[in-house]
């Protein structure tokens, strides 16, 4: 148990710090979750795994142009038919 300073200030225990990785001068944020719940983490660990969940939308922009090039090349294959 730790207690809230007059500045809302908490010191983490030992223990959290170690499980969380945290270390001196690390920046922190505080994210609430889907069950509504806060979850304490790193800068580092939220933007690692925000790269994570965004992996797949690089190939997905990719599949998207292929996609697209595909179709309109399709589309301009028909206008030119119904033009000829």
């Known amino acids: 148990m730790v207690s809230v300073t007059v500045k809302y200030q908490v010191t ?8 969380l990785n945290i270390h001196q001068g690390d920046k922190v944020v505080f ?3 889907r069950e ?4 304490l983490m790193t800068v ?3 933007t690692d795994k ?3 969940a965004s992996e797949d939308i690089e190939e997905t922009i990719i ?16 206008l030119t038919r119904k033009i000829n």
Do not use: A, C, T
Request: aromatic share 6%; no cysteine; glycine share 8%.
């Open 50 to 52: 925000m790269v994570e």
């Open 63 to 78: 599949e998207s142009k292929k996609g697209f090039k595909k179709g309109s090349k399709r589309s301009l294959e028909s």
């Open 31 to 33: 994210i609430k979750n």
């Open 44 to 46: 580092k660990e939220l």
């Open 36 to 39: 509504g719940k806060w979850v």
């Open 12 to 19: 983490i225990p030992k223990e959290v710090r170690e499980d």
